[in-house]
């Protein structure tokens, strides 16, 4: 199943809720190691249906940028450690926060940090606002 494949199932059936893994390349794990101090070799990436229809249903004018994912996670120009506590659990949640210039929007990629599954796992994409964004 494509990337484009899975997202169209996922926006078309609620009651579905399988997971897209997407592998992350050496090249970009360095880049997350030199930037933040985080090793995630061997991570995958994983995207979640739920996630998909987050977007659809908090970011509707973003939809587009779901199939944009892969790029984002390989050529970002800058990646930052986000530590939240989770509200339900109490406990701390490590999320990676992407960002990537695409025509003239910051775009901001979410994930969360699953260190028993070595996994980043998706949780959002959004544009922002360049008004207050340090471009590259």
Known sequence: MTLKDFIENALNNSDTNTIFELDISKETCKKIKDSIGLNVY???????????????????????????????????????KSITRNPQTGGTEISLVFRKKIDSN????????VIRDKELSFKTVFRKDTADQKLP
């Open 42 to 80: 061997k991570y995958k990436f994983t995207i979640k249906e739920n996630y998909i229809r987050h977007v659809k249903n908090r970011h509707p004018n973003d939809i587009d940028l779901l199939e944009k994912i892969p790029d984002i996670l390989n050529t970002f120009f800058q990646v930052e």
């Open 106 to 113: 910051i775009i901001q990629m979410v994930s969360l940090r």
